[in-house]
């Protein structure tokens, strides 16, 4: 299970904490990608930022820079630092997990997805 805080309404140049945590994997700190995913309205799901077991991370062009991901807590739990918010940040973000070593950037490749925290920047 995952589950996702942290979401607010913020104004422009803000900044948020997202927080995901997980329970029920055994040993998915090793050899999980984690990952931070948002939607607008109107609009597909897109990547944002994941984090493999190693710590590596990768992001989206458009919050390289702003954003950083983090994982902690033996892997349980991984944050979305996000900085210099803009209003097409605005979304529902969604933390997934995937059992493979590599991070796709695809919503389609998790199988395990939160109920998602609403961020709202204007």
């Known amino acids: 299970q995952l589950v996702e805080s942290g979401g607010d309404s913020v104004e422009v140049g803000g900044s948020l904490r997202l927080s995901c945590s997980a329970s029920?994997?055994?040993?998915?700190?090793?050899?999980?990608?984690m990952g931070w995913f948002r939607q607008a309205p109107g609009k597909q799901r897109e990547g944002v930022a994941t984090v493999d077991s190693d710590g590596s991370t990768n992001y989206a062009d458009s919050v390289k820079g702003r954003f950083t991901i983090a994982r902690e807590n033996a892997g349980n739990t991984v944050y979305l630092q996000m900085n210099d918010l803009r209003t097409d940040d605005t979304g529902m973000y969604y933390c997934?997990?995937?059992?493979?070593?590599?991070?796709?950037?695809?919503?389609?490749?998790?199988?395990?997805w939160g109920q998602g925290t609403q961020v709202t920047v204007s």
């Open positions: 029920g994997y055994s040993r998915y700190s090793h050899g999980y990608c």
């Open positions: 997934a997990l995937r059992r493979s070593q590599y991070c796709s950037p695809e919503p389609h490749d998790y199988p395990d």
